[in-house]
């Protein structure tokens, strides 16, 4: 991989390493292109707390002067990009993008990792084979890629439904229609391949090599040793011959 746009820092609770590690790393293994999409800040209602999961507001100001610092520092050997992952959730969202409105945040990606607001709604990972939940995903998916504020969808497959495949199918339809038809890439999440997890899903994959969906992989990369995984890389790739998916580049914002 030469382009990486997802990775994480410290202040989201459960990652590791330094700004600079990542980077050191990123220029070793031949990159040219790095983004930090940390787990966005959200206006959650007072009282609520995302510790564990995601910065605070309060932490946005450092992160951003940090990214902000070693674009400076690197300008001459990685292009370095200062990103967000972000879920949409419909109470918060548009206050979520007034408070970005003061940083020079490059792009966004859509990872949808809680139905509702997170705080009435559910972890998307969780198994669940309630159709209702598996709807809700894929409807909130598909109205924060309706934002127009996404370069691209993280993990698309996250939701860990166990019912039936025909219904998973049918939503997950929803998804590679929209995406398809608004050109918007779908991730190839090495992070969840890497790691065992729910996802990449083959059934999702297998569907999205006959919509013809643009594919892009990312690191998800929580800790420094995340950057160099060629093994899981190469799983990655045979998953693209295997399922006929139309890799592509990733596509980059515009360096500020």
């Known amino acids: 991989m030469k382009i990486n746009l997802h990775a994480h820092t410290v202040r989201c609770g459960h990652a590791s390493g330094t700004e600079k590690e990542y980077i050191e790393e ?3 293994v031949g990159m040219t292109d790095f983004g930090f999409s940390d787990h966005t800040p959200m206006p959650f209602p007072e009282g609520y707390s995302s510790e564990g999961m995601r910065m605070s507001l309060a932490e946005m100001d450092d992160y951003t002067d940090t990214i902000l610092a070693l674009k400076k520092e690197y300008k001459d050997r ?11 959730y ?5 206050k979520l993008m007034k408070f970005l409105e003061s940083y020079p945040v490059e792009y966004l990606i859509l990872g949808q990792h809680c139905t509702r607001n997170q705080y009435d709604g559910v972890w998307a990972g969780a198994e669940t084979n309630d159709e209702r939940i598996l709807t809700m995903y894929t409807d909130q998916v598909i109205e924060g890629l309706k934002s127009g504020q996404f370069i ?5 497959d996250l939701i860990n439904y166990t019912g039936d495949e025909k219904t998973y199918l049918n939503q997950m339809e929803r998804i590679c229609a929209y995406t398809y038809d ?3 890439p779908l991730e190839i ?3 969840g391949l890497g ?8 059934v999702f994959w297998k569907l999205a090599g006959e919509t013809g969906n643009d594919v892009v992989m990312g ?7 995340m950057i160099d995984v060629p093994k899981t890389e190469k799983i990655a790739m045979e998953m693209v011959k295997k399922y006929n998916l139309n890799l592509i580049e990733t596509p980059l914002p515009k360096i500020i």
């Open 182 to 184: 608004h050109h918007i």
């Open 152 to 156: 691209y969808l993280a993990h698309p």
């Open 195 to 202: 790691d065992g997890r729910n996802y990449p899903n083959p």
């Open 189 to 191: 999440n090495l992070l």
């Open 78 to 88: 990685i292009n370095i990009y200062l990103g967000l992952e972000a879920e949409y």
């Open 219 to 225: 690191l998800d990369a929580h800790h420094v040793h």
């Open 90 to 94: 419909p109470e918060l969202f548009p």
């Open 26 to 28: 990123a220029l070793r």
